[in-house]
């Protein structure tokens, strides 16, 4: 039992990362003062932080001088209308690192009425 634990450790230690970003001083959202690491990621989550240079990975960024952090919330978004007529509406929120958005202030951009709908090219 002990060694299928240790094979399967060692397995997941030698996978590829998809992505290393390298270099970049992570600030982890929990108040903890920033700190220098790479950070690996391997299916969608963060595998490792660390000294991850040399590791393979099938793309790195290098993230020297740059703050490595998760998603902001932009919790005065008011409307998700722009996102819906044109979705690159979002790259500007994207490019600070905003990745939710708390909208609906107001009115509501869905359901809409058959007649709404009609005219905005959406319905729910």
Do not use: C
Not at 9 to 22: G, K, N
Not at 97 to 108: V, Y
């Amino acid at each position: 039992m002990l060694s299928t634990v240790l094979a399967v450790a060692l397995m997941t230690q030698a996978a590829p990362y998809d992505l290393i970003v390298t270099g970049g001083r992570i600030v982890d959202g929990t108040g903890a003062p920033g700190f220098h690491a790479d950070l690996g990621v391997r299916d969608g989550k963060i595998a490792a932080i660390g000294r991850l240079r040399g590791q393979p990975a099938r793309r790195t960024l290098e993230a020297t001088g740059l703050v490595v952090a998760p998603g902001f919330i932009d919790m005065m978004g008011q409307t998700g209308a722009p996102f819906l007529r044109d979705p690159a509406a979002g790259l500007n929120l994207l490019t600070q690192g905003i990745t939710t958005l708390n909208a609906g202030e107001g009115g509501s951009d869905a359901p809409l009425s058959p007649a709404q709908a009609r005219e905005r090219g959406w319905a729910t």
